[in-house]
């Protein structure tokens, strides 16, 4: 498998004296499920930013099917790479429908309008994330996981080759958490799409994505540990490991494949239950 | 999937729109202190005992202060929607980036310095004011830049600085300018309509309709970007270009409007937002029928302003503020149902 | 791409024809079908211009004036064009000018500039000073067909000011300060029409010379220039006793200036003494009697 995108020693400060990423390199070969993990703060919306090239490393770089991501022009680079950010409200009231064509806006014709090729991309990206229902409504309507949802499905519409998501189960309710996981390897299985995400659930990630990238914290940390590790979820997803990023205890156990991991916290009411199940 | 805009719906709306303004221009000449009849203007330029006043008041007075008004009233409306969007702020109007106080700085200077340029027999206060607005809102731009790319909130903030700047120097050169002068200038900037000769009118009207045009051309771009830049930018937008685009050319049609005519309030302001409540954010239809209904708008107000206190005049920034306050909260109680604000 | 360089494209054109098309030619002056036997129509903008033409015996060919024009009484009767500070375009088209005299105000420059555009014939005088007046006297004395009554009315006016000016010619100077606005406190400076009526009238302006033409000045000043007569001209025409009362009270608080020790504060009519025009010599001589009222008679 060949490396779609390659991180090269990306390091990445917001001021004089935070760092946050320091020499990260690691390829995401093509068409994989790739789950970025760890904890508040260090750094993962920003590597996805960094990813989709909506922020510059001050040191490294990002290569895109081998030509720097820098030197890309936006239009191109928007062929490629979709991102689906965290929700949010816009300020002028675009309709659930109106935002998802927006999506489709490099590909209008001279005076601005769609064609049915892109109506078509739009009525099946509304399809795929079950928001047909409400298409008609403005989006500050919505709650917060439909409004997730339509700005996947914006990113769908899309139709590019690379999904890059910064969390995007964060506000939805179990159904939907895993309804759009299935939504995600299906696209990342039938159309062969490379997808990033971003994501606090380690056990969805466990079960769905093929490789992670466990991201590290900074402080209280030996100095021969590495910032990140990367590879199959299974090798990377372990109980110590987590525990070792999380600064948590872990119970796990094995559902049948995949392992699960639950973290238990003093007070939780099996915190007695020292140790590995399964 | 539902309907969004097509063009079928974007050209039947604005023909629609367009109909009424020509409706209501051809109606508002017929309107003012002097009564004139329709027969009478009929009848030619001269008539037994000399010219004819019906015809002189209405091709020579009436038509190119109509005209005029449309004018100005499109290039407000349309640009107050760029802004808008620009700044991602519906409290946004064409004024807000220092183009106010940038042309009342001009015109004080031109008094000052008894300037006697003229461009197109225009008054060198209005050849002024179009400099001082357009430099200054570059001024403006080029502060806010220095706060960041995109950063609004700093562009904002420079506007905010600049008027507050400009506004001072233009209180001290007031103070030391002889008075007649100043008043004249006072006067000329709280906004008024003159007639003005045709050739000023036809320059006017290409500049703002090619402005308004390439403004549309932008305007499906301008949607993403209202949304946010780097959705924008990830969509595939070149941000930077577009907003510099957008932006200089409502700077542009905006100070010709200023040239024109002095500073006029609230059209870009509530035109931009009324339309919006009728019929939705998509800047594609937003923006010609923001600057259509900015045409009638001011029309029908510098009509009342001309008539209202006949034979004096009102200047007609009073008469858009006060019919354009009620009217818009009227059209915001009704609607807001449908709408969705705050981020 | 291609859709900016077509609009540039129609942008320039469009420029290019309007201006083959329209350049501003020099307006003829209207032809018209008028008949040489009408009498010409002259709409005047400004009371001290309707007080000339009345002087100039050309009261009967005004068809249009402005509403502050109210002297002489047969001006009120005449149909109104808005007012000097607005005038109205339309009323001044609807009263059918062959002749439209002006004033050198920026509004009315402009009203002129309109005018002139559409074909009238347009007159505009600066009266600063009093030389100007006798100037505007001529040319709108040419410009009517009145030259003789031009003349002679200048002649009348030079006389009289002769004359006023010969009784103090000898005598010195009183300080006079000129209030033309009470709060905050304003005055005719040295470079105005009034100061040179103070000097004609035997006076001299307390206040020296200014940047402004009307300054507003504080109190130090007006204790400084120790003026000997104050005068106020009002426009109201309420009784000259209550108004000089409030003049009185507002003054007592500089009791230390002669003027006001002396008891030496008149009001006077701000129509006769504000308008540079036919009256001048009944301005100055109203001055001339607040100064020497022992000269002049009550």
């Known amino acids: 498998m060949t490396a779609v995108i390659q991180a090269e020693h990306i390091s990445f400060r917001y001021g004089p004296d935070q760092p946050v990423l320091q020499d990260i390199s690691f390829p995401v070969q093509t068409g994989t499920f790739l789950a970025i993990a760890g904890p508040n703060g260090v750094g993962k919306s920003t590597l996805l930013n960094i990813l989709a090239g909506l922020l510059q490393p001050q040191s490294g770089e990002v290569l895109l099917e ?33 935002t998802v064509l927006m999506a489709r806006t490099p590909y209008f014709g001279r005076l601005g ?102 991201l590290y914290p900074r402080g209280g940390r030996p100095a021969e540990y590495p910032h990140f590790r990367i590879g199959k979820t299974a090798d990377i997803l372990t109980p110590e490991e987590i525990e070792r990023a999380f600064d948590v205890r872990i119970i796990s156990g094995v559902v049948g494949n995949e392992r699960f991991l639950i973290p238990l916290g003093a007070r939780a009411k099996d915190s007695d239950s020292a140790g590995r199940a399964g | 999937m539902p309907r969004t805009l097509s063009p079928g719906i974007l050209l039947t709306r604005t023909t629609v729109a367009a109909a009424l303004l020509v409706l209501v221009m051809f109606g508002c000449s017929l309107i003012g202190p002097q009564s004139i009849s329709l027969k009478a203007v009929a009848a030619g330029p001269t008539s037994l005992t000399g010219p004819n006043p019906d015809y002189e008041i209405f091709l ?99 506007g905010v600085v600049v008027n507050a700047f400009f506004s001072a120097l233009i209180m001290f050169l007031a103070s030391i300018a002889k008075s007649q002068q100043i008043h004249a200038t006072m006067f000329w900037l709280m906004g008024n309509m003159m007639e003005e000769d045709f050739l000023v009118l036809w320059v006017g009207a290409g500049c703002i309709v090619a402005g308004i045009v390439a403004l549309f051309l ?3 771009q301008l949607n993403i970007i209202s949304v946010g830049h780097h959705d924008a930018k990830s969509i595939g937008v070149p941000v930077g270009r577009i907003e510099f685009a957008a932006f200089a050319i409502s700077a542009f049609i905006t100070a010709v409007a200023v040239s024109l005519s002095g ?81 | 791409m291609r859709k900016w360089w077509l609009l540039s494209a129609l942008l320039v054109l469009w420029l290019a024809s309007g201006y083959v098309m329209l350049e501003p030619r020099e307006a003829n002056v209207r032809p018209g079908v008028r008949c040489s036997q009408q009498p010409l129509r002259i709409v005047s903008l400004a009371p001290n211009l309707t007080e000339i033409l009345f002087a100039l015996g050309l009261g009967e060919n005004v068809s249009g004036l402005t509403q502050d024009s109210d002297y002489p009484p047969a001006a009120l009767a005449k149909p109104k064009v808005g007012t000097f500070w607005q005038p109205s375009i339309e009323a001044v088209i609807a009263a059918k000018p062959d002749l439209v005299v002006t004033l050198a105000l920026e ?89 040179e009526m103070i000097e004609l009238a ?34 109201v025409r309420a009784s000259p006793g ?35 025009g036919p009256r001048l010599p009944a301005g100055v001589a109203l001055v001339a009697k607040c100064l020497r009222p022992e000269l002049f008679g009550e």
């Open chain 2, 60 to 158: 020579h007075v009436r038509i190119p202060r109509i005209l005029l008004a449309a004018l100005v009233g499109a290039a407000l409306g349309s640009s107050g929607v760029i802004f808008q969007a620009l700044l991602r702020n519906p409290l946004a109007d064409p004024y807000i980036l220092g183009i106010s106080s940038g042309a009342g700085l001009g015109t004080m200077l031109a008094v000052i310095g008894g300037f006697g340029w003229t461009l197109w027999g225009r008054s060198p206060i209005a050849v002024f004011a179009f400099i001082g607005a357009l430099g200054t809102v570059w001024l403006v731009w080029g502060i806010g830049r220095l706060t960041g790319k995109y950063h609004v909130a700093g562009l904002l903030l420079a």
């Open chain 1, 113 to 214: 309008f769609e064609s049915e090729t892109d109506r078509e991309l739009v009525r099946q990206a509304l399809e795929l994330t079950g928001t047909a229902g409400f298409a008609a409504r403005p989006l500050g309507s919505l709650s917060a996981g439909e409004r997730q949802r339509v700005f996947i499905a914006r990113a769908l519409a899309q139709d590019t080759p690379i999904l890059l998501l910064d969390e995007p189960t964060s506000f939805l309710d179990l159904k939907h958490q895993v309804r759009i996981y299935d939504l995600l390897k299906s696209i990342q299985l039938e159309r062969h799409t490379t997808i990033v995400a971003v994501t606090h659930d380690i056990n969805l990630a466990a079960q769905y994505c093929d490789e992670a990238l466990l």
């Open chain 3, 202 to 235: 035997g006076g001299e302006n307390a206040i020296g010379p200014t940047l402004h033409k009307y300054p507003s000045i504080g109190a130090e000043q007006v204790i400084a220039a120790g003026p000997e007569v104050i005068i106020e001209p009002v426009m």
């Open chain 3, 242 to 276: 209550q108004q000089h009362g409030q003049v009185s009270s507002y003054w007592r608080r500089y009791a230390n200036v002669p003027a006001v020790t002396h008891g030496r504060i008149y009001v006077v009519d701000d129509d006769v003494v504000s308008r540079p």
């Open chain 1, 66 to 98: 081998g030509m720097s991501l820098r030197s890309c022009k936006v239009q191109d680079r928007a062929r490629r790479i979709a991102v689906v950010q965290q929700e949010s409200v816009p300020v002028f009231a675009f309709s659930v429908a109106e």
């Open chain 3, 107 to 195: 509004q009315q420059k402009e009203l002129a500039r309109r005018l002139g555009r559409m074909g009238y014939r347009c007159l505009t005088v600066d009266i600063e000073k009093t030389d100007d007046l006798f100037q505007a006297i001529s040319a709108i004395g040419d410009a009517a067909g009145a030259k003789e009554q031009a003349r002679e009315l200048s002649e009348r006016i030079r006389t009289e000011i002769h004359r006023l000016q010969a009784a103090t010619a000898a005598m010195p100077k009183t300080k006079v300060l000129w209030v033309v606005q009470r709060e905050p406190l304003r005055v005719a400076g040295r470079d105005t029409f009034i100061n």
């Open chain 2, 218 to 220: 932008l305007s499906s």
């Open chain 2, 263 to 343: 500073l006029i309030g609230f059209v870009g302001l509530i035109i931009p937002h009324a339309i919006r409540l009728l019929f939705g954010p998509d800047h594609r239809q937003l923006l010609p029928l923001s600057g259509l209904a900015g045409a009638i708008f001011l029309v029908v107000a510098d009509t009342i302003a001309r008539t209202i206190v006949a034979p004096a005049q009102l200047p007609v920034g009073v008469i858009t503020a006060m019919v354009g306050g009620p009217f818009f909260l009227i059209l915001l109680v009704r609607y807001s149902r449908k709408v969705y604000w705050l981020a």
